[in-house]
C-alpha cells in the first residue's frame, strides 16, 4: 500500500531563512505527487504538483524517485508561508489521494 | 470558482446519536470525498464516490457510511456516533476522467462528540 511521510510535525525558520519541507513516499508503481496547504482559518488549496514543474509563492518541488521524495523547497521564507504543509501521493490509475501527516511551518520575524 | 460547501462547520452530538454532515459542489465534479484530518494523522480518506450512487471505501470506513443520490451532494453519516469520531471533517471534489484533476476542499466540519 502507498505510504506519504513528513518526518517533521512543526518546522521554524527565520523570516528570510531557506526552507525545506521533508516528504518521502512509497509507493511501487508511478505516482503524482502534489503539496497542499492550509492557511490559518482557510481551506485546504492546492500549492503544486510535480507533473506542472512550476513555481508558486517562491516555491518548488522536484520529484527523486530515486530517493522517493518529493521536498518542498522556498530560499527565503516570508512570513505569509506560516501555515500547514500537507505532501499527498496520487496512485496512476486513481482519484484517491493519501496524504502525509502534515508539518506546521512557523516563519518568524 | 469552485465552491465546495458543508453546511455544518461546528457540531456537538452525544454518543449514540446519528449524525449527517453534508457537502454540496458547485461544478459538476463527478468524484466526490469524505476526508477526516487529525493532527499529526493528516487527511485519512473515509469513502470517495465516482458517481451517483456509486461509492468505494477509503481507508477508515468504519463507523461511516455515505450517500450520493444527486450529483452535487455527497452525504457523510455516523450511524451511532462515539467519541473517537471526534475531528474534523472534510468533504472535496474533482472532475473525473484522467487522474490529473485538482482537487478541491470544503471548509471542513468540526464534530465533538460528548
Known amino acids: 500500500a502507498q505510504r506519504v511521510t513528513q518526518p517533521e510535525k512543526l518546522l521554524s525558520v527565520f523570516k528570510g531563512a531557506p526552507v525545506e519541507l521533508k516528504c518521502n513516499y512509497s509507493?511501487?508503481?508511478?505516482?503524482?505527487l502534489f503539496w497542499y496547504v492550509q492557511y490559518s482559518r482557510q481551506r485546504l488549496q492546492l500549492l503544486l504538483r510535480h507533473i506542472s514543474r512550476e513555481s508558486i509563492k517562491g516555491f518548488t518541488a522536484d520529484l527523486n524517485k530515486g530517493e522517493t521524495s518529493f521536498h518542498l523547497k522556498k530560499p527565503f521564507a516570508q512570513e505569509e508561508d506560516s501555515a500547514m504543509y500537507y505532501c499527498?501521493?496520487?496512485?496512476?490509475?486513481?482519484?484517491?489521494?493519501?496524504f502525509g501527516g502534515g508539518t506546521r511551518l512557523m516563519v518568524k520575524p | 470558482d469552485v465552491k465546495v460547501t458543508q453546511s455544518s462547520r461546528y457540531l456537538v452530538k452525544r454518543t449514540g446519536e446519528k449524525v449527517f454532515l453534508e457537502c454540496v459542489q458547485d461544478m459538476d465534479h463527478e468524484n466526490m470525498f469524505w476526508y477526516r484530518q487529525d493532527p499529526g494523522l493528516g487527511l485519512r480518506l473515509i469513502y470517495f464516490?465516482?458517481?451517483?450512487?456509486?461509492?468505494e471505501k477509503g481507508d477508515i470506513p468504519e463507523g461511516y457510511s455515505v450517500s450520493r443520490e444527486k450529483k452535487e451532494r455527497f452525504s457523510l453519516i455516523l450511524e451511532s456516533a462515539s467519541t473517537n469520531q471526534t475531528s474534523m471533517y472534510l468533504c472535496?471534489?474533482?472532475?473525473?476522467?484522467?487522474?490529473?484533476?485538482?482537487?478541491?476542499f470544503g471548509e471542513g466540519s468540526w464534530l465533538t462528540v460528548v
Open positions: 499527498a501521493l496520487r496512485k496512476n490509475a486513481g482519484n484517491m489521494l493519501t
Open positions: 472535496a471534489s474533482s472532475f473525473g476522467g484522467e487522474s490529473g484533476n485538482t482537487i478541491y
Open positions: 464516490s465516482y458517481d451517483v450512487k456509486m461509492k
Open positions: 509507493y511501487s508503481g508511478s505516482p503524482e
